[in-house]
Each structure stands twice: as structure tokens, then as C-alpha cells.
């Protein structure tokens, strides 16, 4: 891995559980009438086996000055436990209770694309789609809508499979 500048954190998974974390950004205000006003991007980390215990650095490449938010998932057994957290200064701050969010999960018995997203300027997405067995992202191809003139992104799912899907949305 490259030299990643910034701030770094560490947690602990228990045996079965997988953990993911995703810093949320503001789309700049001039591009909301463009453009989704949050987008997602998965948090880059390292692991480590502890006994039994897997443990996971991970990090933030641009530390805020008032924080930046997160979203952690720990993916266990047919089911998905969801946390907000915020990285300030040297400190991670976690909800003391998981928070509602609504999520589908997405699941065919024919191979499929799913749902059209767009990109910001920067390229970055509003959903996130998520494999819950390995907990891999599944990897949009990107395309050049002429008549809009926008760079989009589909996902190809395979049959017989569920996928975690999420997106941050104002209220």
C-alpha cells in the first residue's frame, strides 16, 4: 500500500464478524441541484490476526477539523449491525447504540445491472453496494452518458445472491 498520510484507527472483529467503514463528505453546495448531496467512500485498512481475533487499522487520509463522519458496518451471520462515529482529532467517538437506517437488500434470481447511480465532479458515489458474505464491494463500471453528459456508474449483480445496498440521503 502506498504511504497514506493522516489519522488511523484500530478495532478488533470477533470471530464472525466482519467489520467496514465508510467516511460520508458534503457535496460542495453549488453542485446539490446537480448532484447527490452525500456520497460514501470505503476507508482504506490493514489487518492482522490477534489469537483469534482479527484486528483492523484503518485510515482517514484527510483529518477535519470538526470531525469527519462515519459508518460502520459489521457484517455477521445474516445480518448487518450498523453504527455512526465520527473521527475527532486522535479519537473515534461511536454511537452507544446502533442507529436505524433503512437498507435493502438486494437479491435476483436472473443475472442483472442494478440501478443507474451518477457521480460528483470529484468521482465520487452516493450508494454503495456491498457483497455481505466477504464484504467486498462490488465495483461499478463507469460509463459517459452523452445525452446528459455525466459520468454514471451501473453494478452487475450475479443470480442467486444477496447483496447489502446503502446510500446516505438528507432526511
Not at 467489520?19 to 482504506?44: A, G, H, M
Amino acid at each position: 500500500m502506498d504511504a497514506i498520510q493522516g489519522k488511523h484507527f484500530s478495532i478488533t472483529d470477533p470471530e464472525g464478524i466482519k467489520t467496514v467503514i465508510y467516511e460520508v463528505y458534503k457535496t460542495k453546495k453549488e453542485y446539490w441541484d446537480e448532484y447527490p448531496k452525500y456520497t460514501v467512500e470505503r476507508l482504506e485498512h490493514t489487518e492482522e490476526i490477534v489469537g483469534k481475533y482479527n484486528k483492523k487499522t484503518f485510515y482517514v487520509e484527510d483529518p477535519q477539523k470538526n470531525g469527519n463522519q462515519l459508518i460502520i458496518l459489521s457484517f455477521g451471520q445474516d445480518k448487518v449491525i450498523i453504527n455512526n462515529g465520527i473521527l475527532l482529532g486522535d479519537e473515534v467517538k461511536i454511537t452507544k447504540t446502533p442507529t436505524s437506517f433503512k437498507f435493502d437488500t438486494i437479491y435476483s434470481e436472473e443475472p442483472m445491472e442494478y440501478k443507474e447511480f451518477q457521480y460528483t465532479p470529484n468521482l465520487k458515489r452516493p450508494i454503495s453496494i456491498i457483497d455481505p458474505e466477504t464484504t467486498e464491494e462490488v465495483k461499478p463500471v463507469l460509463y459517459f452518458d452523452e445525452k446528459t453528459n455525466e459520468v454514471k456508474g451501473k453494478c452487475k449483480l450475479k443470480p442467486y445472491k444477496s447483496y447489502f445496498a446503502f446510500e446516505i440521503r438528507e432526511k
